[in-house]
């Protein structure tokens, strides 16, 4: 372990205050809190050769000098490291396009390698570092120098600490260093374990996810706080790979929203704040404890507006309880068949349709009346929205997007029921009457199925009533998505589900829950709301010349991606620079290439990833650059898909906003087509 020696010697005031100015540099938030800290409460411990130890008070942090353990720790880490490794090609997220060029990477390897010949784990293109604990700092450089990560993350949940390491090593030096071989170095000092988990993946939001696979991963010393927060990560990491959307799915979503703007009359719900309305809303999914309670949701029907979000519309129909707001938030179409049986069977009038905008439109023609919302991120939200902010929050589960859609109407007190987000150990997963489970039930998703919904449940977490609830990451991540509104909106939340605790929901019982008559009656609460939303009659919430500036994008990109091929082509030897390289290129043209851009990025992104995961196992440096070409050729073949693919697509969302203007214009009393116009 070699270190750079600054012009002040190691341990004095002027080698600490140059580390520390270095902080406010590079790391000025870290630099403010390291500003606040009065007198340490630990000490270092020097001896002839500089910084030796942190005396801790009853107990120093090594055992014997740090250089010698560090030493000791760096030599058998490295015979051994720990690394992220993702076993199969199920995190680069292959759906269509991208599934189609995985295929030939697979043929190539099958054709050029034994098994064996393919490693295990990247010899190139390393994504993080990882380190848990900083002590004295004395194994920064040469894990930064022998990992030949992209970027290194070091955290230390206790302040003084890094300090005491500015008296040691010398971090002007480790900056220099780490950017003159193109890397980046991260400190996080913070010490509450969800902050830091947080915080770690809003920089691999920065950074990207293209690298993950081989990341390396070091700790320094132990704490609780350290393994506490490597646990986090650990199950953050099983659904943070995913990709937040792809081509074929995006096209879907702007088919069906041009589709709804088209041809239905619609209300529009924005997030921005409404009128607080008093009246309590029971929020119902379609969870195992919704059995019990259905008797209570009867009784209180009369005091509050009810809202069915996805199968539970079913459940509440069927037991002769009619809600006032159904919501669907997906666009697929086995949702459309169900809402086909339920309306066959019980009818669906007087239901108003809460709805993303992106549902499919034959859902939204089996209701009188529907208020679409746009879903934050979605291409459509990008793209279509005139200026509203979308609903965030609105999953994964659709009775988040139920919950966040009320919470947007201006209610404020919301009581959840069926809301579980896991289940008992002796429970279903879900209520005995919900579609999936009837006998006949074959509605399923491609790649879906009853087993797979069962097998999901793999965590245990408190319950809201007490005890343990088994539960999936999906319904995790749902409950911090409930928790996030109600923090954001300060709203009223009692959980009267016998599902997982949720963070800023009172648990409460149906069996006691007592709710007053509502002050107006339930069809004036509802007037009173829909007055406060802007209305659009049938075509006139898609604006024609953005669609064809949108196309025009998607011919830029065409001509512009070739050329960027051909140059990697000529110029890249790893899958860092291609990326770096595109990426680079969506930055200096985002506004010129949004119309495809919000499409296929996420489509593009995990190509490159499938890429990067197989050349990254190919030791023979001749073989990668082969494996390169090839890839090439395949990527230039998916984006012509893409550009082709996209274009058919912009002609027929604007045919659809052209046919709706002309059927507007020949209707009696029609006025000019403003695309932005309202009723």
């Not at 830091?196 to 990341?215: A, M, P, W, Y």
């Not at 009188?368 to 609105?394: F, Q």
């Not at 996420?602 to 197989?614: F, K, L, N, P, T």
């Amino acid at each position: 372990m070699s270190h750079t020696v600054s012009k002040a010697p190691p341990g004095s005031d002027a080698f600490f205050e140059r580390n520390l100015a270095a902080f406010k540099t590079h790391m000025p938030s870290v630099w403010q809190l390291l500003e606040t800290i009065g007198t340490p409460v630990s000490k270092l411990v020097s001896g002839p050769d500089g910084a030796m130890n942190i005396d801790l008070g009853s107990v120093s942090l090594y055992d014997r000098d740090a250089r010698e353990v560090t030493r000791q720790q760096l030599d058998e880490y490295f015979k051994l490291p720990d690394r992220l490794k993702f076993s199969t090609v199920s995190h680069c997220n292959l759906i269509g396009l991208s599934m189609a060029l995985f295929q030939s990477t697979r043929t190539f390897i099958d054709e050029h390698m034994s098994p064996e010949e393919f490693v295990e784990l990247p010899v190139v293109d390393i994504g993080y570092c990882y380190v848990f604990g900083v002590g004295l700092g004395y194994h920064l450089e040469e894990l930064l120098e022998r990992t030949h990560c992209r970027t290194m993350i070091i955290v230390e949940p206790t302040p003084e600490l890094l300090l005491h390491s500015m008296r040691a090593i010398d971090w002007v030096a480790l900056w220099e260093q780490a950017a003159a071989r193109g890397q980046d170095v991260y400190v996080v000092i913070r010490s509450e374990p969800e902050h830091v988990s947080e915080t770690i993946f809003s920089i691999q939001d920065k950074h990207g996810r293209t690298f993950l696979n081989g990341s390396y991963a070091y700790h320094h010393y132990y704490s609780w706080t350290l393994k506490r927060i490597r646990e986090l990560i650990n199950t953050k990491m099983e659904s943070y790979h995913w990709s937040k959307g792809y081509f074929e799915d995006e096209l879907l979503m702007m088919g069906n929203t041009v589709g709804n703007f088209a041809r239905f009359n619609h209300a529009i719900i924005p997030w921005e704040q409404r009128l607080h309305q008093d009246t309590p809303v029971l929020v119902v999914g379609s969870g195992p404890s919704l059995d019990k309670d259905l008797p209570h949701i009867a009784r209180l029907r009369d005091q509050a507006i009810i809202l069915s979000c996805g199968t539970s519309l079913g459940i509440l129909l069927k037991h002769g309880i009619r809600p006032d707001f159904h919501l669907e938030n997906e666009n697929t179409y086995p949702l459309v068949n169900n809402l086909i049986k339920f309306k066959e069977e019980y009818g669906l009038e007087g239901i108003v349709l809460l709805g993303s905008s992106s549902i499919h439109p034959e859902a939204s023609a089996q209701f009188d009346e529907v208020w679409y919302y746009y879903r934050s991120g979605l291409s459509c939200d990008h793209l279509l929205n005139p200026g509203y902010h979308a609903i965030i929050s609105a999953g994964p589960l659709v009775a988040n997007a139920g919950f966040a859609a009320v919470s947007a109407l201006g209610f404020r007190r919301l009581y959840l029921f069926g809301v579980d987000c896991g289940r008992r150990p002796d429970a279903s997963h879900h209520s005995k009457d919900v579609v999936y489970l009837q006998d006949d039930y074959d509605n399923w998703l491609a790649g879906s199925s009853l087993k797979g919904l069962e097998e999901s449940f793999n965590q245990v977490v408190e319950g809201n009533f007490g005890g343990k609830i088994i539960t999936s990451w999906k319904l995790a991540y749902s409950r911090t998505q409930f928790s996030r509104i109600q923090s954001l909106k300060n709203l009223d939340i009692h959980n009267c589900s016998d599902g997982a605790a949720i963070a800023g929901a009172r648990p409460q019982a149906a069996a006691a829950l007592r709710l007053s008559d509502m002050d107006l009656p339930r069809e004036a609460v509802i007037r009173s709301v829909r007055e406060q939303l802007p209305h659009y009659a049938a075509g006139k919430g898609l604006n024609i010349k953005n669609l064809k500036t949108y196309k025009e994008s998607v011919e830029s990109f065409g001509s512009g991606i070739k050329l960027i091929i051909e140059q990697a082509r000529a110029e890249d030897r790893l899958f860092s620079e291609l990326e770096d390289r595109i990426q680079n290129w969506f930055l200096e043209h985002k506004e010129d290439l949004k119309g495809v851009l919000v499409l296929a990025r996420e489509s593009m992104a995990s190509a490159i990833r499938v890429g990067a995961y197989m050349a990254g196992r190919i030791d023979n440096e001749d073989l990668r650059q082969e494996f390169l070409a090839m890839f090439l050729d395949k990527f230039d073949i998916m984006c012509a898909s893409i550009t082709e693919t996209a274009l058919d697509a912009y002609d027929d969302y604007i045919d659809q906003a052209k046919a709706a203007r002309s059927a507007r214009a020949g209707s009696p009393g029609s006025i000019a087509p403003d695309p932005s116009e309202r009723l």
